[in-house]
Structure formats: structure tokens, C-alpha cells
């Protein structure tokens, strides 16, 4: 079974500039997470989404935002560039069976670096 | 806000040796997650702990659980350098939000 990937792998951007970034899940997971991490603030979480619905949201302001399609393929999409938005950007799927086990699997990362 | 908090930050120690790797959390879960992360790369699933008192071992790993003191240990056995990595703990309650430690940087010395 592949296991999750996301593209681009590396990306440069320009401060003021916007991104997006795709991540396509384990065949059969429903739920896909993002998180950021740096090594300042570690691994962070920013959204949730399943069944094309955004159930969680982590602490980050508006600029940073996504979405899943009906294939559970996500976006997430990050405008208006901080240097401070350097990080390495980690989507996460998961089966999502309710209360129970939610393990997740992490797909290799987006290094994005702005300018 | 839940606080994940990892002992020691950094933890080098001689092959052959054993050590314990501490995860606090500030709130009530009984879903704890334990990865590895190597050096530019993503985490690997390690440890899937969903109840109190649960326990788990591969290899010379073996993470364990105690909801009520809301606490997770991640114990290495005889360690060798091929476990030089970054440890995370990872809390999981609300369902896909998980909140991740400081993590544990690990170099085993020959």
C-alpha cells in the first residue's frame, strides 16, 4: 500500500508571496492532518480535516488555511509569506474510526523556505 | 492549553547502556503516541498506547502507559547507535489533534 505523499517536497517562496501544498493520504484514510514544524516551536498542529470538512483547527492565524477534496486529497494554502513561516510543513492521514485508535501516518514533509 | 513536555531534551549515551525517556501531559488522555524522526526525514509510527497500563515492546523499545499520572515512558534497552534519532511522544484528545512533545534527541556513542 503506498503511503502518504505530499508535494512539492522543497519550495522557495518570496515573502508576500502565497503557497500551496498538496498531500494525498493512504488509500482508504479518511481524515487528513497538517502540522508545521520548526525547530523553535516544534511540532505544531494546524488543521484537521475529514470528509471535506475542517473538524479541528490548531492556533494559527487566518493567513494559513485548507481543505480536502472528495477523494481526501488536501490543500493547504498559506498567504501573505512570513519569514517566520520557514518550516517544514507535515501532513498526516488516518483511518478517523471514531473514539478509538487514530494512529497516524506522516508523509515525508514540505521544506518550504521563504525569502 | 494541553502541554506535552519531554525529558531529557537531549540524551546521549554509550552503546550497550540503558535509559528512560519521560513524556508528561497536563490533561486527561489515554491515547499517547510514541515516533521516531531521523535527521530530514518524517516520523515513523513506534508505539500506539490507548489505555492505562498499557505497555508495548519491539526490539530493544519499549514505551509504557499510566494515564492517572499522565505520564508515558519509552524505555531503551542495551542501546545501539542505529537508534540515534529524535523521540516524540504525542497526545491525542479530541480525536486527529495530536500534541506532540519537545521531542528527545538521542546519539548512541559507540
Known amino acids: 500500500k503506498a503511503g502518504v505523499t505530499q508535494t512539492p517536497r522543497y519550495l522557495i517562496k518570496t515573502r508576500g508571496q502565497q503557497v500551496t501544498l498538496s498531500c494525498s493520504p493512504i488509500?482508504?484514510?479518511?481524515?487528513v492532518s497538517w502540522y508545521q514544524q520548526t525547530p523553535g516551536q516544534g511540532l505544531q498542529f494546524l488543521f484537521e480535516y475529514f470528509s471535506e470538512t475542517q473538524r479541528n483547527k490548531g492556533n494559527f492565524p487566518g493567513r494559513f488555511s485548507g481543505r480536502q477534496f472528495s477523494n481526501s486529497r488536501s490543500e493547504m494554502n498559506v498567504s501573505t509569506l512570513e519569514l517566520g513561516d520557514s518550516a517544514l510543513y507535515l501532513c498526516?492521514?488516518?483511518?478517523?474510526?471514531?473514539?478509538?485508535?487514530?494512529?497516524?501516518?506522516f508523509g515525508p514533509g514540505t521544506r518550504l523556505t521563504v525569502t | 492549553e494541553l502541554k506535552v513536555e519531554q525529558n531529557p531534551l537531549f540524551l546521549s549515551m554509550q552503546e550497550g547502556k540503558n535509559y528512560t525517556i519521560y513524556c508528561n501531559y497536563s490533561t486527561t488522555s489515554d491515547r499517547l503516541y510514541w515516533y521516531r524522526q531521523d535527521p530530514g526525514k518524517s516520523l515513523e509510527s513506534l508505539f500506539v498506547l490507548l489505555s492505562n497500563g498499557a505497555v508495548k515492546q519491539e526490539g530493544r523499545l519499549m514505551a509504557s502507559l499510566d494515564t492517572k499520572a499522565r505520564l508515558s515512558t519509552l524505555h531503551i534497552t542495551a542501546a545501539v547507535h542505529d537508534l540515534s534519532a529524535t523521540y516524540f511522544c504525542a497526545v491525542d484528545i479530541t480525536g486527529n489533534q495530536f500534541y506532540f512533545g519537545t521531542g528527545t534527541s538521542l546519539t548512541v556513542i559507540p
Open positions: 498526516a492521514s488516518s483511518l478517523a474510526i471514531g473514539e478509538g485508535r487514530n494512529e497516524q501516518y
Open positions: 488509500s482508504g484514510h479518511r481524515s
